[in-house]
């Protein structure tokens, strides 16, 4: 099992930058795809972006592309999620998570291991 914790969140303007991190702990991040998720109050939990366990591949809903960059540094056992150009829209409670394998997922049932969550809020 992995443990993580999600930090880098806040308020910001829209317009603004972000970059969130996960670290995670108790082993098996480096073998492990990764993703990020938000919910927004009174909304289910929807996909953001994953990477699969090697960096090399990257996914995001289509609302997020060429705003959001995930990453991930292996050395850190840490995952990034830089937005920018943030919209009021992007106002959510953010999750990472790991996957149960090394392949990239946008189903939360692929996803075995979450953090508590971290609140990014855009003011229009």
């Known amino acids: 099992q992995v443990q993580l914790v999600e930090s880098g969140g806040g308020l910001v303007q829209a317009g603004g930058s972000l970059r969130l991190s996960c670290a995670a702990s108790?082993?098996?991040?480096?073998?492990?795809?990764m993703g990020w998720f938000r919910q927004a109050p009174g909304k289910e939990r929807e996909f953001v972006a994953a990477?699969?366990?090697?960096?090399?591949?990257?996914y995001y809903i289509d609302s997020v592309k060429g705003r959001f960059t995930i990453s991930r540094d292996s050395a850190k056992n840490t995952m990034y999620l830089q937005m920018n150009s943030l919209k009021p829209e992007d106002t959510a409670v953010y999750y990472c998570?790991?996957?149960?394998?090394?392949?990239?997922?946008?189903?939360?049932?692929?996803?075995?291991?979450w953090g508590q969550g971290t609140q990014v809020t855009v003011s229009s």
């Open positions: 998570a790991a996957a149960l394998y090394g392949s990239a997922s946008s189903g939360t049932g692929a996803y075995a291991d």
């Open positions: 990477i699969n366990w090697s960096g090399r591949n990257t």
């Open positions: 108790g082993g098996g991040f480096s073998d492990r795809a």
